[in-house]
């Protein structure tokens, strides 16, 4: 009985050793290879749509007038978020719809992507003079 239990417990520390060693054999974590970056459409209240190169973002703002509308501004559509990998600069294009003018150029622009927060901001106003970014 005693060797019996000795070739268990060399049996259970040669696997121990082997476990650690191949746990320590694995190659650290990689670096995040790709990150999200966001388009804001700011409340202009004016309408467009932001695009990014590469592309990715293609973000529509609808014009809203909060005078004579009862209802929220209604959300951005398409793609506002898209992944990027780290180290790609964008470029944003900022093109109005028909009524309303680019108040507030897309900032920063363009962006280097980085690990963790990355955006862009821009602002339409429609042309007849309400806006809400001076």
């Known amino acids: 009985m005693t060797r ?3 070739v268990w417990r060399a049996t259970g520390v040669a696997t121990a050793l082997a476990t650690a060693a191949a746990i320590a054999s694995v190659a650290p974590a990689q670096a995040q290879s790709t990150a ?3 388009a804001y459409v700011s409340d202009g209240w004016g309408g467009g749509t932001i695009t990014s190169q590469p ?9 809203w007038d909060p005078y004579t509308s009862s209802q ?18 964008v470029t944003f294009a900022a093109t109005p719809d028909s009524g309303s003018y680019v108040n507030f150029a897309p900032s920063p622009n363009p962006v280097t992507v980085h690990t963790g927060y990355n955006y862009t901001a821009v602002v339409f106003c429609p042309d007849d003079g309400l806006c ?3």
């Not at 592309?55 to 014009?63: W, Y």
């Not at 929220?72 to 600069?89: D, K, L, R, W, Y």
């Open 55 to 63: 592309a990715g973002i293609n973000c529509h703002q609808s014009a």
């Open 72 to 89: 929220p501004q209604p959300q951005p559509t398409g793609t506002c978020t898209a992944s990027f990998e780290v180290g790609t600069t």
């Open 4 to 6: 019996n239990r000795s």
């Open 132 to 134: 809400s970014a001076g």
């Open 36 to 38: 999200q970056l966001s």
